[in-house]
C-alpha cells in the first residue's frame, strides 16, 4: 500500500477476502473491480497453494470477470506471505503462480518481480514479493519482526505496479490495449448465465 501511495496520481484501496473473523461487510466482492485499473491479489500460503480464502474469492469473485472479460487489459500483481521450514519459503512461488494464472486468465497485463528490485536477495521470485513469516525453525515473526529488505522490496513492487497502471491509463488515450473480437462463451451462453445468477459484465474492457 505505501509504494503505491507514493506514486502521484494514484490511489488504491485494500480490502480483505472473506474469512473467519472478518466483517463480511468490509470484504473485497467483484463490485470493488468496477472502476479498477489493477487488480494485485495476495494471500499467505497454505499446503503450497494459496490459502482457500483466497481460492474461494477467485471462484466466486474473478470467475465472473472471466466470463463476461471485463477486465482485459488492466494491470494486474501478486505477493505471498509464508513460513515453511526451512529457507524455500513454503511454497510462496507455487502459491504465486496459482494467483497469476487466474489474472492471466482474465486478460491482465501481469507485473513481474526482477532482481534489480530493492530487497530481492531477501524476497525476490520473479513473480512477486514473498515475505517470510516465520523463521526457519516455523517460529513465527510479530510484524515488527519481519525482514526490512522484504519489505523494502514489497514497497519498490508497489510502485512498479503503480507506475505502470498510471503510465498505461495515460498512453492508452482511449485506444484498447488488448485486441477484442472473439466472443467465448458465445451470446446464448452468456445469457442463460446472466439469467441463471443475474451476473453481467461490471466495466469495459481496456
Known amino acids: 500500500m505505501e509504494g503505491v501511495r507514493s506514486v502521484s496520481d494514484v490511489r488504491c484501496t485494500s480490502k480483505p477476502v472473506a474469512a473467519d ?3 463480511p461487510a468490509a470484504t473485497a466482492t467483484r463490485e470493488d473491480f468496477r472502476d479498477a485499473d489493477a487488480l494485485v491479489l495476495g494471500c499467505p500460503v497454505h499446503q ?3 490459502s482457500w480464502e483466497m481460492k ?5 469473485h474473478c470467475e465472473p470477470s472471466w466470463f463476461w472479460d471485463d477486465m482485459v487489459g488492466r494491470v494486474g500483481g501478486v505477493f505471498a506471505t509464508g513460513g515453511g521450514h526451512g529457507g524455500a519459503g513454503g511454497g510462496a512461488e507455487l502459491a504465486q503462480l496459482g494467483l497469476l494464472a487466474n489474472l492471466a486468465s482474465l486478460g491482465l497485463i501481469l507485473v513481474t518481480h526482477p532482481k534489480t528490485t530493492p530487497g530481492f ?3 525476490g521470485m520473479h513473480w512477486g514479493p514473498q515475505i517470510r513469516t516465520g523463521g526457519l525453525k516455523l517460529e513465527p515473526d510479530l510484524p515488527d519482526g519481519m525482514d526490512p529488505q522484504a519489505l523494502e522490496s514489497l514497497f519498490h513492487y508497489g510502485t512498479a505496479v503503480a507506475r505502470i497502471t498510471r503510465a498505461l491509463r495515460r498512453g492508452a488515450e482511449g485506444e484498447r490495449l488488448m485486441p477484442l473480437g472473439n ?5 446464448p451462453a452468456r445469457e442463460a ?4 445468477d443475474g451476473s453481467s459484465p461490471i466495466g469495459e474492457p481496456r
Open 193 to 196: 448465465r446472466h439469467q441463471q
Open 21 to 23: 473473523g472478518v466483517d
Open 183 to 187: 466472443v467465448s462463451p458465445a451470446p
Open 121 to 123: 536477495d531477501v524476497a
Open 48 to 50: 503450497r497453494g494459496p
Open 56 to 60: 474461494r474469492f477467485i471462484d466466486l
